[in-house]
């Protein structure tokens, strides 16, 4: 059984469209959380979640919109969407609290904006 | 101030050579540093974590050094192998902050 599954795994789009990543996990994990990796591999935070609360929103475009329907789940719609929006995106969980560091990674939804 | 600065960008070794991957932080308030390897089209995973009481930790053929004074960490691969090719990140966070700061990656191949 895959740990934390995203669909997705690849997403090929035009400029202007609006999509959606989703992310499941069965881990029993309480918080997750999407990163961004660009061309150059860089990994960033973009949001996280506690128990379907939103407590990690970086500065991050408001056409990006997190939605988490249950703790096991938490998906990424993105409108009107740009050609910087071409990057891999990963889902990530963890059990939160004091061993909330070891992140639970997703194999990548590698998105490309035409 | 949150930035973790993460060198060589890429590493090529002979099998059997040491890789060291190099880290500097400057919040002192992070207190773990992990470790994660990430193969192509996989996500990153973890290898090994530290945190700052101990100067160093060692599981398996991976060590972590740490320096604490020098705000910087290493990690070294003994007998590398070529299954060891990856890009590696370091990390840094800060108690129960929900947010692992990641350094920019090391590619890494290991020649046979």
Known sequence: ?114 | QQQVKQSPQSLIVQKGGIPIINCAYENTAFDYFPWYQQFPGKGPALLIAIRPDVSEKKEGRFTISFNKSAKQFSLHIMDSQPGDSATYFCAACWGSSYKLIFGSGTRLLVRP
């Open chain 1, 1 to 114: 059984d895959t740990a934390v599954s995203q669909t997705p795994k690849y997403l090929v789009t035009q400029m202007g469209n609006d999509k959606s990543i989703k992310c499941e996990q069965n881990l029993g994990h309480d918080t997750m959380y999407w990163y961004k990796q660009d061309s150059k591999k860089f990994l960033k935070i973009m949001f996280s979640y506690n128990n379907k609360e939103l407590i990690i929103n970086e500065t991050v475009p408001n056409r990006f919109s997190p939605k988490s329907p249950d703790k096991a789940h938490l998906n990424l719609h993105i409108n009107s969407l740009e050609l910087g929006d071409s990057a891999v995106y990963f889902c990530a969980s963890s059990t939160g609290g004091q061993t909330n560091e070891k992140l639970f990674f997703g194999s990548g939804t590698q998105l490309s904006v035409l």
